[in-house]
Structure formats: structure tokens, C-alpha cells
């Protein structure tokens, strides 16, 4: 009697879940067959540097120039139709070092200070003016509007900098590390 139940109630189990599965879609075999594909497609950015390293150089004598140099990157971005924004931003993530030397939190001289310009291709809309290095907060590089595209390959900017040259600078070697951002919304 109980092997009995035992069967009786698998013979149920396997009969019920007969029921609940939805029936098998019947597939036509023919000559073509199509499916229909979708996406979605969101927001993107990216950003790369060209040279791991930027040289600021004096170009005049005795002090007579800042020190100058250019940083060349290359973007690629995408935003929303309605609404999108974008922004390519940088800061200075550690300052000149080692001591005695430039400083961007903390400059040996009142009014010393890294600045920069901007030059970027469209869909950009560069800096506008001299933009003034900070160690605390992204700076503006470029910003995008809605519905931004660059080229697949990207786009071009470069930011062109501006170090104060201030007599009070130990002589020697110095570096900092700048970083940059992108977004897309």
C-alpha cells in the first residue's frame, strides 16, 4: 500500500507539472527565418592622455616667463537626447613635490598659482579664460550639451598651462599629478 501511495502521488506531481508548463512554441521551418534585435543605448564617456607626462618650461631668461607647457588628451562622449550633459573636469590629485618647490594648495608667494587654458573640438565647449588649479575640487576642462556626439575615433583638447615663476622655488626637480574626468548623463 505504501509503494502504491508512493506512485500515486509521483503519477500526480509529474501530471500537474505537465499543466503548469507553457505549451512549446511551434517553430515554422522554411526557406529564411528572421528575429528582431534590440538595444539600448545609454550615455558614455572616455577620455585618454597622449603622453604620460607634460614638461613646463621657462622660455625666456631671468625670470622673464612663466613656466609653460600643454597637455593633449583625446574624448569620446555620448549624451542623452533630452536633457544630457557632460563635462570633462581636472585637479590636481598630488601636488608638487618634493618641499621647497611650486605648490598648488600652498604656494611659497601670495598669487602664485597653476592656471590653464582650454582648447576642445566640438561637441565641446572648452574652459572659458585662465582656469585656476585646485587640489580639492575638479576644475572645469569642457562641458556638452544634449545630445552630444564625438567621432568614433574621438575628439581632440589639450590644456595649456601657466606655473607661476616665482624666485622662491628651491631649485631641482619637481612633479605633481593631475587628474581627469569625464562624464555623460
Known amino acids: 500500500m505504501t509503494i502504491q501511495r508512493a506512485l500515486l502521488i509521483t503519477l500526480l506531481a509529474v501530471a500537474v507539472a505537465a499543466l503548469i508548463q507553457p505549451a512549446a512554441q511551434a517553430q515554422t521551418f522554411g526557406p529564411s527565418a528572421t528575429t528582431t534585435l534590440s538595444v539600448t543605448i545609454g550615455p558614455e564617456a572616455s ?6 607626462s607634460t614638461t613646463l618650461s621657462a622660455n625666456g631668461t631671468a625670470f622673464s616667463s612663466d613656466f609653460l607647457g600643454s597637455t593633449s588628451f583625446a574624448y569620446k562622449i555620448r549624451t542623452s537626447k533630452t536633457g544630457g550633459t557632460g563635462n570633462i573636469g581636472l585637479e ?4 608638487f613635490s618634493p618641499a621647497s618647490g611650486p ?3 600652498n604656494p611659497p608667494t601670495a598669487g602664485d598659482a597653476l592656471t590653464y587654458t582650454c582648447t576642445v573640438s566640438s561637441p565641446g565647449t572648452g574652459c572659458t579664460g585662465s582656469q585656476t588649479s585646485s587640489t580639492t575640487a575638479a576644475t ?5 550639451g544634449a545630445d552630444a556626439h564625438s567621432g568614433k575615433t574621438g575628439n581632440a583638447g589639450s590644456v595649456n598651462w601657466d606655473l607661476t615663476n616665482d624666485p622662491k622655488y628651491g631649485t631641482g626637480s619637481y ?4 587628474t581627469f574626468t569625464i562624464s555623460a548623463t
Open 103 to 105: 605648490s598648488v594648495a
Open 47 to 52: 577620455i585618454a592622455i597622449s603622453a604620460s
Open 92 to 95: 590636481v590629485t598630488s601636488d
Open 175 to 178: 612633479t605633481a599629478t593631475v
Open 140 to 144: 572645469s576642462v569642457a562641458t556638452f
